[in-house]
């Protein structure tokens, strides 16, 4: 089992920046994807960026140049720095680890992105 647990979501005005954090814990498979997705209200889930064991990247186009994934594999965490944010960004972003038979989530937290 493995368990992914968020921080660093909150109240941001348009133009700030706010940094995710995602703690991975459990019977992790050395290579594996993490990555972080956004739900907003009435929309489906999309991804926003992910990144490999060895450093690949792969961004959304609405956040290419805001936003930057990064991971520490020493300490299975992922993070997600998030700068010129937008009332768009708006949403609940959610933390993911891949790997071969294995798909996790984490519970969430609440970015929001409003004067």
């Known amino acids: 089992q493995v368990q992914l647990v968020e921080s660093g979501g909150g109240l941001v005005q348009p133009g700030g920046s706010l940094r995710l954090s995602c703690a991975a814990s459990g019977s992790i498979f050395r290579i594996n994807i993490m990555g972080w997705y956004r739900q907003a209200p009435g929309k489906q889930r999309e991804l926003v960026a992910a990144i490999t064991t060895v450093g690949s990247t792969n961004y959304a186009d609405s956040v290419k140049g805001r936003f930057t994934i990064s991971r520490d594999n020493a300490k299975n965490t992922v993070y997600l720095q998030m700068n010129s944010l937008k009332p768009e960004d708006t949403a609940v972003y959610y933390c993911?680890?891949?790997?071969?038979?294995?798909?996790?989530w984490g519970q969430g937290t609440q970015v929001t992105v409003s004067s």
């Open positions: 993911n680890l891949a790997s071969v038979g294995q798909n996790y």
